[in-house]
């Protein structure tokens, strides 16, 4: 069992920047599939990031919006992931999840690969 606890949401403005960060409880956290996503009012749950380690290293990969703007970067020693977000949309405004899957082939992109989830923070983005 993998429990998830995100921190780090608030109102901030546009064009600025905030981090969130995830703290995950339970043994292997490097051995997951650890992932960002978010909810807007009236939206599905979307992909924002994610991270893997695999026998190439470090991976990471973004949706395509916030590609050059959003960092995702894990800690492994201190079980947590984090999503430092910069140049801030109004379009960002979400509850933002963390999710952490066991299985590591592939991008995974989709709610249902996630198994376990967080209870979200919202990010607040006025313009």
């Known amino acids: 069992q993998v429990q998830l606890v995100e921190s780090g949401g608030r109102l901030v403005q546009a064009g600025g920047s905030l981090s969130l960060s995830c703290a995950a409880s339970?043994?292997?956290?490097?051995?997951?599939?650890m992932a960002w996503f978010r909810q807007a009012p009236g939206k599905e749950r979307d992909f924002v990031a994610a991270t893997v380690i695999n026998w190439s290293g470090t991976s990471t990969y973004y949706e395509d919006s916030v590609k050059g703007r959003f960092t995702i970067s894990r800690d492994n020693a201190k079980n947590t992931v984090s999503l430092q977000m910069n140049s801030l949309k109004p379009e960002d405004t979400a509850v933002y999840y963390c999710?952490?899957?066991?299985?590591?082939?592939?991008?995974?992109?989709?709610?249902?690969?996630?198994?376990?989830w967080g209870q979200g923070t919202q990010v607040t983005v006025s313009s």
């Open positions: 999710a952490a899957t066991q299985y590591k082939q592939f991008e995974r992109r989709k709610t249902y690969e996630y198994e376990y």
């Open positions: 339970g043994r292997s956290f490097s051995s997951y599939t």
